[in-house]
């Protein structure tokens, strides 16, 4: 078995390196449906699995100048507390009971969705908004819709491990639609890091993490994604996404029926 999880990261890491796509999209559904892990241990491992990989995309982008700490500031404020009160909630109701099983596998399957959404409409939206600028929120209303949109990502990521990547980044395009795509990469990033470790923390608090899991997702993650990186440019991203988005429909609609 421990062969099988390390192909498995092995794999998502290929997809995460040729779409950009968060692992725990893929992760988090593969553990649940393939493997027949539970849904909270599913989440608690992916969660401490992307603290870790992301920390060293951080590092990478922080190099490069491409993160911007003012919006990662203000995700903070509303994701931190956001995963602190869900994971007080996930104790008090019992993270590993059969309700809030079947509560975490509708919230994967709905963060399946909004991660299909983002890959289709992501681009578009941009490109809209950069043409109606009057559309555009501005100064404290901005400040507040950014840690609202915070607070939303800690919730969500907290419950289901998925959020942080492609959701995440569709909402700072909403939000700031004039980043760079290596700016939204970046602070998508940076602002995950202390949410996924406290949402991780957590799950390790509920005792829904397997480390002998995570140790093979990591081994055959790490070089998956970079392969994938290097493999990214020669093959289309508008066929890539279409697949991932067919096959992520597919999972979440297995997740729900």
């Not at 790490?222 to 493999?231: K, L, Q, W």
């Amino acid at each position: 078995m421990t062969v099988s999880y390390v192909v498995s990261g092995f794999a998502v890491g290929v997809l995460v390196g040729l779409t950009g796509v968060g692992g725990g999209s893929l992760m988090t559904p593969l553990l649940t449906l393939l493997f027949g892990i539970h849904p909270s241990v599913a989440v608690g491992t992916d969660l401490a699995f992307a603290s870790a990989t992301k920390t060293a995309g951080t590092f990478a982008h922080r190099f490069k100048g491409t993160v911007r700490w003012d919006i990662v500031r203000r995700l903070s404020y509303g994701a931190l507390p956001a995963a602190v009160i869900t994971t007080l909630l996930l104790k008090h109701f019992g993270a590993v009971s059969d309700g809030i099983s079947l509560v975490i596998r509708y919230s994967i399957a709905i963060s399946v969705f909004l991660t299909v959404i983002a890959l289709l409409f992501k681009s578009k939206l941009q490109t809209w908004l950069n043409a109606h600028p009057e559309r555009q929120l501005q100064g404290l209303d901005l400040s507040r819709a950014t840690i609202l949109a915070g607070a939303v990502l800690g919730t969500l990521v907290t419950i289901s491990s998925i959020g942080a990547g492609a959701v995440g980044a569709t909402l700072l395009v909403l939000l700031y639609p004039r980043l760079s795509p290596a700016e939204v990469a970046g602070t998508d990033i940076a602002y995950a890091v202390p949410l996924t470790a406290i949402a991780a923390f957590g799950h390790w608090w509920l005792g829904s993490i397997d480390w002998s899991l995570l140790g093979a997702l990591l081994l055959g993650s790490v070089p998956g994604i970079t392969i994938g990186s290097f493999a990214a440019r020669a093959v289309p991203e508008k066929f890539l996404r279409g697949l991932l988005a067919i096959t992520l429909t597919s999972v979440a609609l297995k997740l729900i029926w």
